[in-house]
């Protein structure tokens, strides 16, 4: 790596890894530790501003400002839904106005504490994939996000759990705006930071990566033994429903992610957990229920429905009670581990597939 001089752009260091951080202060000739330690400034207790670094030596602070840069996405408003549900807003820094939502889905004991706080983060502004029912793919792709911003989210949001609620954030799913695995590598470089004991040190179990079944990137979370949990947007169980709404199953069909999947889990032995919305009279029959008890069957998996939130301008609907209970009975009837989701914060549209940036209100914190 070069380090770049006042001439040319500053060095971003919240676009490097702990690697290439530790190369990037080789670099100024400093010692190993000093690695350690910007990579806590940044990660740990998010410090954005070289003065505010105090335990680095005054002329080391002067010089990084001269050659790096420590970008940050901004809080733009909220909301909060009446079931506790918070969606965020962020800005991205840039040229273009670009802005991302993640949403924080507390869980509370009987007493009121909190229990698990999970956050729900975007990976990229827009979606390639253009889902039919999803809110995010409608607005079209414009970038993928950098770890850094990845990470950004998760920070924000734990320092106000920690505020709030007395405790970080307790789980991650990567499963708000974008395709986690059409973002590949900021998605695992980011998932490697929140891990990190440098850093917020969350256990990787409890780090779920979600995708619509990108085959090759499977493959590779498996071949590079990525700790993290793979969740699979399934939400048809044959291939013609599953072209009608996903049109990614039209290059990548279930025989092809039936193939990675069980090289993943062949390669892991971690089982898969497969989201599946249900639509009313669309792929909630008992048939329905059949063909996802025989996907199930691929490798060890868990099955979650989620209730789907009904988004505008889309003509699925959510599946009616009476088809739910029926499509759980054919599942249970075939010893399908299956839960019931009901989609959470659907009153602020943060419910899953409705992530397409609406502003709500200032924090004020
Ligand atoms: Fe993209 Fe996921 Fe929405 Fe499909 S469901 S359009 S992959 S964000």
């Avoid at 807003?89 to 507390?106: N, R, S, T």
């Avoid at 950004?152 to 759990?161: E, H, K, N, P, T």
């Avoid at 780090?207 to 590079?224: M, N, P, R, Y």
């Avoid at 032995?269 to 497969?274: L, W």
Wanted: proline share 3%.
């Amino acid at each position: 790596m070069t380090i770049q001089t006042d001439t040319d752009e500053k060095t971003n260091l919240k676009s490097l890894t702990k690697e290439e951080l530790q190369e990037f202060t080789e670099e100024l000739g400093l010692q190993s530790f000093r690695s350690d330690q910007l990579f806590q400034w940044l990660y740990q207790k998010g410090v954005h501003n070289f003065d505010e670094m105090t335990n680095l030596s005054k002329d080391l602070r002067s010089r990084l400002k001269e050659i790096a840069k420590v970008p940050t996405i901004e809080y733009a408003t909220h909301q909060e839904s009446e079931d506790g549900t918070m969606k965020f807003l962020f800005k991205l820094q840039g040229e273009k106005d670009h802005k991302v939502e993640a949403v924080l889905i507390p869980d509370f004991y009987e007493d009121g504490a909190a229990n698990r706080l999970t956050v729900c983060v975007s990976s990229q502004v827009g979606c390639v994939f253009g889902c039919s029912f999803c809110a995010t793919g409608k607005m079209g792709f414009f970038r993928s996000l950098t770890h850094g911003e990845i990470v950004d989210q998760v920070q924000y949001i734990d320092a106000l759990c920690e505020e709030r609620f007395g405790k970080g954030i307790t789980n991650i799913v990567y499963m708000g705006m974008g395709e986690p695995l059409h973002n590949y590598k900021a998605v695992v470089n980011s998932a490697n930071i929140i891990t990190d004991e440098l850093s917020i040190g969350l256990s990787p179990k409890r780090i779920t990566v979600s995708t619509v079944g990108l085959t090759k990137q499977i493959k590779k979370l498996a071949d590079e033994r990525q700790p993290f949990n793979l969740a699979i947007s399934l939400h048809a169980a044959n291939d013609e429903k599953r072209d009608e709404i996903m049109p990614i199953n039209n290059s990548m069909g279930l025989d092809k992610l039936k193939e990675a999947v069980q090289h993943y889990y062949d390669k892991l032995h971690r089982p898969i957990t497969y989201e599946y919305l249900l639509f009313d009279e669309f792929n909630d029959s008992p048939e329905d229920a059949q063909q996802l008890a025989d996907i199930v069957q691929w490798a060890p998996s868990k099955v979650n429905i989620i209730m789907y939130n009904d988004v505008a301008g889309v003509a699925l609907k959510r599946a009616r009670e009476q088809r739910l209970d029926a499509f759980m009975q054919e599942l249970v009837s075939r010893n399908v581990t299956a839960t019931v989701r009901r989609s959470r914060g659907d009153d602020i549209d943060a419910g899953c597939g409705q992530l397409a940036i609406k502003e709500g209100q200032p924090m004020g914190k």
